[in-house]
């Protein structure tokens, strides 16, 4: 049908859906690639702190927490604005919203700043200038899950065609940021020469306490028991889906479509079951002790 109704205005219409883009081999969102040789020149501040992950990986979930260390546990501090402007995504990038260098400069010191990036395209300032890093590690197969339904909502991203099709290329690495196995390895190695607390989204679940507590520690930071416990209450799933600051929902429909999967979608470990079959189980599993194989940590895809 043509009526006029279903009008669209194209440049309402570009960015949805377009195919990814590879920079040195890492495929990448459109938009976010051509933002890549810019990025570079970023310049980190020495009390800048850096929640990188890969995606799908508890990001919004440690953004959530961080603030609320960083904001003493006040409830209406950490509901001042959505959790992508309170902590900015560096490499984020969409026509008609503010870029995330647009938003890092309107943030006053000490930033908290989000990256999804692998070493190769990390600007180099953040290496250089010791930054700490809190990385949030969760198991692949979980991961892969929630990336094919958030492919589904979030339009920035090809359409993911078939589960089975999805599976192959997150294990061929032929999604958005590449290789989940190369991106936890070399951020588990960078804590050799940097600053880095290597965290895991299986403990979080398991013992939040215990990991905010790693989390201050690693900080340097310290915060009444009451305080704690409050940000464990304040950033559990169930508060956190229903809180519009930290759930994406004030994000355009024509970006995220929360009626096909909410980005806050299940929270759990070992969802992957409800969507693998025990053949792609298998699979995947062999695969993946091929390729993981003399890595001297491990993973938990449920407890
Ligand atoms: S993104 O888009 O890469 O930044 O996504 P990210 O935040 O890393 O990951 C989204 C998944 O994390 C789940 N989530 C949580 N789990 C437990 N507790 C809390 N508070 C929480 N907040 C978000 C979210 O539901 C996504 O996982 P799935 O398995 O899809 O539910």
Redesign the pocket.
């Known amino acids: 049908s043509t009526s006029s109704g279903m009008a669209q205005n194209p440049s309402n219409m570009e960015p949805l859906r377009k195919p990814l883009v590879p920079v040195k081999g890492i495929p990448l969102i459109k938009y976010f690639a051509e933002t890549m040789e810019q990025l570079q020149n970023f310049t980190a501040w020495p009390d800048d702190v850096l929640i990188s992950?890969y995606?799908?990986?508890?990001?919004?979930?440690m953004?959530?927490i961080m603030d609320m260390i960083y904001q003493g546990g006040k409830l209406d501090k950490c509901g001042r604005a959505p959790v992508y402007a309170r902590i900015p995504f560096l490499e984020f990038s969409c026509p008609g919203v503010p870029p995330g260098l647009e938003t890092l400069k309107e943030t006053p010191a000490p930033r908290i700043i989000?990256t999804?990036l692998p070493l190769s395209l990390l600007p180099q300032s953040l290496l250089d200038q010791k930054i700490k890093v809190i990385y949030?590690a969760?198991n692949a197969k979980?991961v892969v899950?929630?990336y094919y339904?958030?492919y589904k909502m979030?339009k920035l991203h090809p359409d993911p065609g078939t589960w089975e099709s999805f599976l192959e290329n997150f294990m061929d690495g032929k999604v958005s940021y590449g290789s989940w196995y190369q991106h936890v390895k070399e951020w588990w190695e960078l804590r050799r020469t940097h600053p880095v607390l290597y965290l895991f989204?299986e403990d979080?679940?398991e013992n939040p306490k215990r990991e905010i507590k790693k989390i201050l520690e690693f900080l340097g930071r310290s915060l009444p028991e009451e305080t704690v416990d409050l940000i464990v209450h304040h950033?559990?799933?169930k508060?956190?889906?229903e809180n519009p600051m930290?759930n994406y929902t004030t994000i355009p429909t024509e970006v995220m479509d929360h009626t096909i999967?909410p980005?806050?979608?299940?929270?759990?470990i070992g969802?992957w079951k409800n969507t693998f079959t025990v053949a792609q189980s298998e699979h995947f599993d062999a695969h993946y002790a091929k390729i993981m194989t003399g890595c001297d940590f491990t993973f938990r895809c449920q407890i």
Request: hydrophobic share 30%; aromatic share 14%; glycine share 6%.
């Open positions: 992950t995606p799908k990986s508890g990001t919004t979930w953004s959530e989000k999804h949030v969760r979980d899950v929630s339904n958030f979030a989204y979080m679940k950033t559990s799933f508060k956190m889906k930290a999967s980005f806050m979608r299940k929270g759990t969802d």
